[in-house]
């Protein structure tokens, strides 16, 4: 395959950290990337150069390009955390140039070169091989999602009690962790802002699902603790809703926050309770994740993550799949409609 | 030894819990406990009876009489968590019975007949027979507070840097904290409201003394983070100022509340810190510690704390010793006066 030696690629527009709190929108997209021709990247010697079919947008990028996830930006470089291609060229390590020619989900971590491109970097060590089954939008939404779902119902299954706690439970990402819940017997409790939400994350599998704007919902949850007794509570939102539930959970609760949706101040209602309940408060990031597991433990996530795209039990709700040239214009409106997740394609 | 029919002790004068947030002042002694007459206890089995020396008011005591501690009052029972007196009768074990005229440290955690009477009643395996070389006031306070410190600075060393931050850092119990800390190489951060306590905390191990209330508090705040990396904050007061010291820490601290001075709501400032910062918040309660801890290590803690006021390395500051039958008008007043503690002699 001949390698073209430029590219289009929505680039950064800016450095390092912003200081200007914001959510998880993009209605301002042309305010952080633009769309640019760049010289397509050279492999290193563990890396792979792929061409990418399919990039997904997540909520992690959205906070990236804003300059408020954990990691600094690069101006100039693509945005892209994760994708889906073909591997056209690879470094000298042998682990690489065994993927020439492979279809591969991958992730862009530590490569500083993103997939929303129409080429990306990817460590070969960190490309997962696709079999057959699974298609390109399940596969360039395979790693950040799925990833973070498996490890964060691990944490539930640990902590060993049955019913556990979702903010912003209509996100893909709830859907899949309630749906291995679900399977194995867990008891989900979804909350959401919006009615219609209700029926669709019951047959996701939540156990109850509990709308955060119905006048009575503290009563709603009041009651709901007091039967499932949930010990984990896993929060995309923080803000003074997520200090209610976690006022309302029972003993040893464990208020784990892993996104950070609305920026208004996060209280801690009654911080008696980390004393004489016992109760605390923590952080999940699939990064830190993925450096402390046990390697074992990575690799069987991966692999169980895979099998469920291909044997249906996981699949994507897809709203959009939005060609590069188009993306600034087009992303924003998208990521705007609910239930469903947003991709770019060269 | 006559023992009387009857006791003067204080007590309470509600059940339950209260609703009602407070601080640990005391201004309104009157209105949770009152002086009264009644019959001596009988200890059981395993308990002594003992006539109270003296006992002490620590913060613990005032949350409770108030209903905001994590044990349920009951109305007509003596107030008082510890205190020191000699053994006159003991139920049919034992342990109780060897005791019989020993001059003894107890807690009444679980007797419900508290120290701020003539006569109380204790669990003999929780009682600490005293050395001649500590006094009254020192055994009066072995408990509560000593246990609290060594169980907590504990905590500090299993986590490895040497810095460590505390807030209400002219307390009593920061004050041994502090010692037991320098003498072992341990460098503790003492956040304080007045100038006057700096010198003070400077002579009892602090290797920085903060005044939070000067204008260059956070700039301050923030040199020292950077200098020493600690990594557990040890917090009395929570409300803003725990939150803006919690905010200023480096990656992977740990908040841990173990006091509620300031009643105001306590924030996270940035909860993303939660998540890239790997920081958490929790608690600690010397009750579910002592639940919790190996039998050597509790052991070996109250034989610490003895010792370390036998020999002079610790002391009390006392700032009264009340009779009992003055507590209700003169305790308030002197609980007011900064620096040190006060007690309660029949």
């Known amino acids: 395959m001949t390698i073209p030696a430029t590219m289009r690629a929505l680039l950064l527009k800016h450095d390092g950290y912003s200081a200007a709190p914001s959510d998880a929108?993009?209605?301002?997209?042309?305010?952080?990337?633009?769309?640019?021709?760049?010289?397509?990247?050279?492999?290193?010697?563990?890396?792979?150069?792929?061409?990418?079919?399919?990039?997904?947008?997540?909520?992690?990028?959205?906070?990236?390009?804003?300059?408020?996830?954990?990691q600094p930006r690069h101006k100039g470089q693509p945005a892209g955390f994760e994708g889906v291609g073909?591997?056209?060229?690879?470094?000298?390590?042998?682990?690489?140039?065994?993927?020439?020619g492979a279809r591969v989900a991958f992730p862009t971590g530590l490569s500083n070169w993103g997939s929303w491109a129409d080429y990306a970097i990817a460590e070969a060590a960190a490309c997962i091989p696709l079999i057959d089954g699974v298609n390109d939008v399940d596969g360039a939404a395979m790693i950040v999602n799925p990833l973070t779902a498996l490890a964060m119902f691990g944490i539930v299954k640990e902590e060993g009690e049955k019913a556990f706690v979702?903010?912003?439970?209509?996100?893909?990402?709830?859907?899949?962790?309630?749906?291995?819940?679900?399977?194995?017997?867990?008891?989900?409790?979804?909350?959401?802002?919006?009615?219609?939400?209700?029926?669709?994350?019951?047959?996701?599998?939540?156990?109850?699902?509990?709308?955060?704007?119905?006048?009575?919902?503290?009563?709603?949850?009041?009651?709901?603790?007091?039967?499932?007794?949930?010990?984990?509570?896993?929060?995309?939102?923080?803000?003074?809703?997520?200090?209610?539930?976690?006022?309302?959970?029972?003993?040893?609760?464990?208020?784990?926050?892993?996104?950070?949706?609305?920026?208004?101040?996060?209280?801690i209602p009654e911080p008696g309770q980390l004393i004489f309940m016992h109760k605390r408060i923590e952080g999940?990031?699939?990064?830190n994740w993925l450096r402390a597991a046990?390697?074992?433990?990575?690799?069987?996530?991966?692999?169980?993550?895979?099998?469920?795209?291909?044997?249906?039990?996981?699949?994507?709700?897809?709203?959009?799949?939005?060609?590069l040239d188009e993306a600034i214009a087009r992303v924003p409106g998208e990521l705007a409609k609910p239930n469903g997740k947003v991709f770019i394609a060269p």
């Open 25 to 70: 929108s993009l209605a301002d997209m042309a305010s952080f990337v633009e769309l640019g021709e760049i010289g397509v990247p050279e492999p290193g010697p563990s890396q792979v150069l792929v061409k990418v079919r399919a990039a997904s947008i997540n909520p992690s990028d959205v906070m990236f390009v804003k300059g408020l996830y954990g």
């Open 284 to 287: 999940f990031w699939l990064t």
């Open 294 to 323: 046990a390697p074992e433990r990575r690799v069987g996530v991966v692999m169980e993550a895979q099998k469920r795209f291909a044997d249906g039990r996981w699949s994507t709700d897809v709203t959009a799949v939005v060609p």
């Open 86 to 100: 073909e591997v056209v060229a690879a470094g000298s390590d042998a682990a690489g140039q065994k993927l020439v």
């Open 166 to 267: 979702l903010t912003a439970a209509a996100s893909q990402l709830c859907k899949l962790i309630m749906g291995v819940a679900a399977e194995e017997g867990y008891r989900p409790i979804a909350i959401v802002r919006r009615d219609d939400q209700i029926a669709l994350l019951e047959k996701a599998g939540a156990a109850h699902v509990l709308n955060a704007t119905a006048p009575d919902f503290d009563a709603a949850l009041k009651a709901v603790m007091k039967k499932e007794q949930p010990r984990i509570f896993l929060d995309a939102v923080t803000g003074p809703l997520a200090g209610r539930i976690f006022n309302a959970m029972p003993k040893r609760g464990r208020w784990i926050v892993y996104g950070r949706l609305d920026t208004e101040t996060t209280p």
